[in-house]
């Protein structure tokens, strides 16, 4: 009998033992949301409209990535409103670039947004509010700048 219950505890090593720690609790996961990095209220004219490819080096660039494509470029002419709440936002820009199409040339982006950039002439005015914010979304971060107002100035008639 002897024999058995040392048996038994050499097969069970942790008898005799401290007990195991309980384990760490989960990492607490990323807050979801976004965060204001900074504000830029403007007045802009329109550059013009071109085809920019993407310089990354990934598999997926440049057709792929979803950074090529053709953009509408707006020269800021002056502010009419500046706020950096975080200290990794952009400063006072002096161009704000909007991508309208794809690589393969197919609409990106909001349908009015692009509809409306299409109606500009090279030069003419419009205001612009973008912000620069970080999204947080399922474990990823990034930052982006969304274009939260628009309009033409001096509208065709």
């Excluded at 097969?11 to 830029?40: I, M, V």
């Excluded at 982006?109 to 914010?133: C, M, N, Q």
């Amino acid at each position: 009998m002897r024999t058995a219950i040392l048996s038994l505890l050499l097969l069970c090593p942790t008898f005799g033992a401290p007990p195991l720690p309980e384990p760490d609790p989960a990492p607490a996961a990323p807050k979801e949301g976004s965060e204001l990095l900074s504000r830029h209220q403007t007045i802009a004219t329109l550059k013009g409209i071109a085809f920019r490819q993407c310089l990354g080096m990934t598999s997926r660039c440049p057709n792929l990535c979803g950074d090529s494509g053709e953009f509408a470029t707006f020269e800021i002419k002056r502010y009419l409103a500046y706020a950096k709440p975080d200290e990794y936002g952009d400063p006072k820009q002096t161009e704000f670039l909007v991508q309208v199409t794809d690589f393969d040339k197919n609409p990106k982006g909001d349908p009015k947004l692009s509809a409306w950039i299409k109606t500009l002439k090279v030069g003419g005015s419009v205001t612009l509010t973008w912000e620069h914010r970080y999204f947080t979304h399922e474990g990823s971060s990034s930052p982006e700048r969304i274009l939260v107002n628009y309009e033409s100035m001096h509208p065709e008639k």
